[in-house]
């Protein structure tokens, strides 16, 4: 069974940047897929980035494109989600997740992942 333990969020100021990283341990193999969603308060889990673990094709929701950056370590199985020119509807709970199965779409459904991390708070001032 896959860990995933996150790091990362925190306050951060309107315009400024934030790293996250989420790193998966156990007998997980190799994932086919680890991505980012993020839930506000009283809103679903909406999909943030994901990166194909082979390859490290990548893909964004067209409200973070440009924005923020999804990369991968396949030594240290770890995901890093980098934020730059944040803004306060940035604000929420960020979850890493990872996809056991190799698929041909994106990774944009929470359904497909198989094992999610506890989230991080990322909130964004004025």
């Known amino acids: 069974q896959a860990q995933l333990v996150e790091s990362g969020g925190g306050l951060v100021q309107a315009g400024g940047s934030l790293r996250l990283s989420c790193a998966a341990s156990?007998?997980?193999?190799?994932?086919?897929?680890m991505g980012w969603f993020r839930q506000a308060p009283g809103k679903g889990r909406e999909f943030v980035a994901a990166i194909k673990w082979s390859g490290g094709s990548t893909y964004y929701a067209d409200s973070v494109k440009g924005r923020f950056t999804i990369s991968r370590d396949n030594a240290k199985n770890t995901v890093y989600l980098q934020m730059n020119s944040l803004k306060p509807e940035d604000t929420a709970v960020y979850y890493c997740a990872l996809d056991r199965t190799l698929r041909v779409g994106v990774g944009e459904s929470a359904d497909e992942y198989d094992y999610w991390g506890q989230g991080t708070q990322v909130t964004v001032s004025s």
């Open positions: 156990g007998r997980i193999f190799s994932p086919a897929v």
